[in-house]
């Protein structure tokens, strides 16, 4: 199972911010939070992660609060090739292998 | 484009044809996976190759059948498939999978997906 949560679901106006939020409450000390969108049929595209620090790149930003158990990520401007579903991951750590869970993640629909 | 790349992009099959799908990364990369997506369902982990070999089969049927000759290829090889294996393929690979808490090594880039339609 995954390890975050997400809401099913957001809409956002063309040209404003998009705030997606992320619950991921029993996020060790040293787990990361990596952030993929997935836009219909394709494959899912890695935007962002982030271990404490607030981070930014020049697809979006990733807030992390202070306690770490949950975290935004920001694109600063919609645009409607935005429109994706994005999916918020904590990976498995362990064996020989670190895994990406994908949940169901969060459809945005960037509304003109 | 991820730097990987996967053919063919689209296969239709009856249930008692052989046929593979390819992947092939161009990162330099030391780990690859296969994961299947079925209609409204999530991406589900299929297999991990780490430096050729492989170190996960999360339950997979044997009628799926992977091969990893070298870091930059991996196939999927598919035999007497049912109707309800028809899905998005989809194939990725990542720096390494060393259980580190290296962030940058377990970013995993994606290939754009096989849509398999099994008849």
């Known amino acids: 199972d995954a390890k975050t949560t997400q809401p099913t679901s957001m809409d956002c106006a063309e040209g404003r911010a998009a705030n997606l939020p992320c619950n991921h409450s029993?996020?060790?000390?040293?787990?990361?939070v990596y952030w993929y969108r997935q836009i219909h049929s394709q494959g899912p595209q890695y935007i962002i992660h982030g271990l404490k620090n607030n981070e930014t790149n020049e697809m979006a930003s990733l807030i992390i609060t202070e306690d770490r158990k949950s975290s935004t990520l920001i694109l600063p401007h919609a645009t409607l090739r935005d429109t994706a579903v994005y999916y918020c991951?904590?990976?498995?750590?362990?064996?020989?292998?670190?895994?990406?869970?994908f949940g169901t993640g969060t459809l945005l629909a960037v509304q003109p | 484009e991820t730097g990987v790349t996967q053919t063919p992009r689209h296969l239709v099959m009856g249930m008692t044809n052989k046929k593979s799908l390819k992947c092939e990364q161009h990162?330099?990369?030391?780990?690859m996976y296969w994961y299947k997506q079925s209609a409204k369902k999530p991406l589900e982990l299929m297999f991990v190759y780490n430096f050729k070999e492989q170190t996960e089969n999360n339950s997979v049927p044997s009628r799926f059948s992977p091969e990893c000759p070298n870091s930059s290829h991996l196939f999927l090889h598919l035999h007497t498939l049912q109707p309800e294996d028809s899905a998005l393929y989809l194939c990725?690979?990542?720096?390494?999978?060393?259980?580190?808490?290296?962030?940058?090594?377990?970013?995993?880039?994606f290939g754009p997906g096989t849509r398999l339609l099994v008849l």
């Open positions: 991951i904590v990976p498995y750590y362990g064996g020989a292998t670190n895994k990406l869970i």
């Open positions: 990162l330099g990369h030391n780990a």
């Open positions: 990725a690979s990542s720096a390494g999978t060393l259980g580190t808490l290296a962030g940058r090594q377990e970013t995993q880039y």
């Open positions: 029993t996020i060790s000390g040293n787990e990361y």
